[in-house]
């Protein structure tokens, strides 16, 4: 039987701190990347999703381009 989360933001930024921890990341581009991809997620299974093209650099970094620097941005298309 799987095992409730009583507290899942605790939980995420556990799990977040651990990799951070284990893989020589700062925290802070962690949780930013995290919040990126998660909002991206939301976007993609929402009816609008059709409506925007992702561009920049952060298409650029999931796209595994060599020498693309971290974004703190979402660029898109509309």
Same mark, same amino acid.
């Given at each position: 039987?799987?095992?409730e989360?009583?507290?899942?933001?605790?939980?995420?930024?556990?799990?977040?701190i651990?990799?951070?921890?284990?893989? +020589?990341i %700062?925290? =802070?581009? #962690?949780? /930013?990347?995290? &919040? $990126?991809?998660?909002? #991206?997620y939301?976007?993609?299974?929402s009816e &609008?999703? =059709?409506? &925007?093209i /992702?561009k920049?650099?952060? /298409? /650029?970094?999931y &796209? $595994?381009i060599p +020498?693309?620097?971290p974004?703190?941005d979402? %660029?898109? #298309?509309?």
């Open positions: 039987m799987k095992k989360i009583k507290n899942k933001p605790a939980s995420i930024r556990a799990k977040l651990n990799i951070a921890r284990t893989e +020589g %700062d925290f =802070d581009a #962690l949780l /930013l990347r995290y &919040f $990126q991809e998660r909002f #991206l939301r976007l993609a299974i &609008f999703s =059709d409506n &925007f /992702l920049g650099g952060l /298409l /650029l970094i &796209f $595994q +020498g693309t620097r974004t703190k979402i %660029d898109f #298309l509309a």
